[in-house]
């Protein structure tokens, strides 16, 4: 017993409990410091890029900022680490070993990680992956929510998040990338000449265009597709709208042409 306490004796010596002490306050000083230094690069890097979109794509600003705040993140995280251990009085020499070990685990057994980061950075550097795109991945629909170089995360139209490995994608659809195309058909029964109902559709599409500047791109009036009993034709309107706008251009445009069409005396086939 009394060799039991002599041990406790020595072990809380008053050195011990400073130097104890003194490592605790100074750990708790390092993590300190590195939250502050995390939210205060992180807020920088945010205010850089939301200065940089009149230069850029908001996509590909909001992008960037993300990955570059996770990866500052990662770094400081990395150091926090780093200097708790030295401040213990582990080794230099260890750390760097067991770094080295680390390196050569990922090298042989995380190659797919390696392949994800990789073609994470190759559809950075290529803007084929934007956050906010609508985009078909491996038969996967829906908004880019999250970019990393590790994953692709996108949500469906039901709520669901799919987390993709980027190592995994083969062929990206994008259907956000500067505009979505398509093609409203119009069922008319008239005796006019074709080159008046065409003109027609062009003069009132030209007349609406600056209503439509900021959420079109632009629109071709294509022809006709079908002729039936020489007085049924069918009209093809092709829109190309920003993205988000499409239904609402199809319908907007749809409405204007129809009641064009009807002021010219032009029936038109419902169904």
């Known amino acids: 017993m009394e060799g039991i306490l002599a041990t406790l004796n020595t072990f809380f010596t008053e050195t011990v409990i400073t130097n104890f002490l003194d490592k605790g306050i100074k750990i708790i000083l390092i993590i300190l410091v590195g939250k502050f230094l995390v939210k205060f690069i992180v ?7 939301e200065k940089s979109t009149p230069n850029m794509s908001e996509r590909k600003a909001k992008t960037l900022s993300n990955l570059f705040c996770n990866v500052a993140k990662f770094g400081i995280n990395f150091l926090i680490v780093y200097t708790i251990l030295n401040t213990l009085g582990v080794p230099s020499d260890s750390m760097l070993a067991f770094a080295s070990i680390f390196t050569v685990a990922i090298g042989l057994g995380a190659q797919n990680f390696v392949k994800d980061i990789i073609n994470g950075f190759l559809l950075l ?6 956050i906010g795109d609508y985009l078909n991945i491996n038969g996967y629909i829906g908004i880019v929510e999250e970019k990393s170089l590790r994953t692709t995360n996108i949500r469906s139209s039901d709520g669901t ?3 993709i490995p980027n190592s995994s994608i083969s062929v990206i659809g994008n259907m956000s990338k500067e505009y979505s ?4 058909n119009f069922r008319i029964i008239t005796d006019l000449p074709e080159d008046e109902i065409l003109e027609i559709f062009t003069t009132e599409l030209e007349f609406r ?3 439509f500047e900021e959420t079109m791109q632009n629109f071709i009036v294509l022809g006709f597709s079908r002729k039936s009993n020489g007085t049924e034709r069918i009209v093809k309107v092709l829109l190309d709208s920003y993205f988000g706008k499409q239904d609402d251009n199809e319908r907007k445009i749809t409405t204007c042409l129809v009641e064009r069409l009807e002021r010219a005396k032009i029936d038109i086939v419902k169904g």
Do not use: M, Q, T
């Open 43 to 49: 807020n920088a890097i945010k205010k850089f890029y």
């Open 181 to 184: 195309r398509s093609i409203l």
């Open 209 to 211: 265009k600056e209503e």
């Open 161 to 163: 998040l799919h987390i």
């Open 125 to 130: 550097l290529e803007d084929h992956i934007g």
